[in-house]
């Protein structure tokens, strides 16, 4: 009965002082990376993860399927990585938080909102953090030569794809409406449509223009230029620029070379970087995992698109106010240190 006493007095000794540390977080966590503890680059149980993208002929889903095969690889299959076409950035982003994608990618205007809890997060922000800014997104504003349209304030009354609801195009395309003085809702028939149909709806007349944010080149706009040459043009949407940067910095001037399309001059039009994200609580070895072969295969994502170029280690940490997963920040800091 004696060692009893002592046995159970000890165990009562060893809780209180455990007790006296708070709570004790795994090694294994993103809170514990976040304060300061090493991250493991590695993933210690075969994961399998995935990637939501966007829609079949946009940037997104090619270079989402080129970054699964990337980390399947990088990895022998430790993570076996597939890419979902999806409706895009605030899609993504409301399936991302709900756990039923591990990584997304999405506009930075879109993200920033996430984080926010504005835009089409109103009062729900989001819990979510990056790997990293990828490459930017061109806006692309189109319509048919016919429809008398030279301007998005020329909109009024047509037939116009506003992009796949919720993404980040329809963000950007309604933004760019009530900036040049139009009501999304009432002034113009919206059409929202994923890339395909609207392409299709040009070609076939029935849709009169579209807006699409996208890396260069898409290929659904590739296909519509050779397809149906001078029917269709592009319209110069930089005179928007000051009203977009009142809502975001993260509205940039940029160009359309004539070369990208075969048009028959440079486009002036408006640039959004992307993110890579995950959920804010990813385990911090899989994070650095990701974000190391997303910039050290950059090269074998430019083969599946060349916008994947614009992924380096000089831009690839710019993401604020979208926080850098702690995962992500140990990769970087390795790769930095490396050049």
Known sequence: MRNLKMLCATVMLLSAVAGCGGRQTPAGTAESAAAGGAVDCSVKADTRISIATGNTTGVYYVVGNALAEQVTKATNSKVKATAAETQAS???IQSLDKGDYQVAF??????????????????KPAKIAALGRI??????????????????????????????????????????LKAAGLDPDKDIQPQRLDLAKTTDGMKAGTVDAFFWSGGL?????????????????FIDIDGLLPKMQALSPAYQSGTIPAATYKTTADVKTIVVPNVLLVRSDMDPGLACVL?????????ELAKANPAAKGITLETVRKTDPVPIHPGAAAALDTLGAAK
């Open 90 to 92: 605030v899609g993504n």
């Open 106 to 123: 999405s506009l930075f205007d879109t993200a920033t909102d996430a984080v926010k809890g504005t835009g089409s997060f109103d009062g």
């Open 135 to 176: 490459y930017d997104n061109s806006t692309h504003v189109v319509v048919r030569t016919d429809s008398g349209i030279n301007s998005v304030a020329d909109m009024k009354g047509k037939r116009v794809s506003t992009g796949s609801p919720k993404s980040g195009t329809e963000v950007i395309a309604q933004r760019l």
């Open 217 to 233: 080149p898409t290929s659904g706009v590739t296909d519509l230029f050779t397809t149906a040459g001078d029917k269709v043009k």
């Open 291 to 299: 974000t190391k072969t997303l910039v050290e295969k950059r090269e």
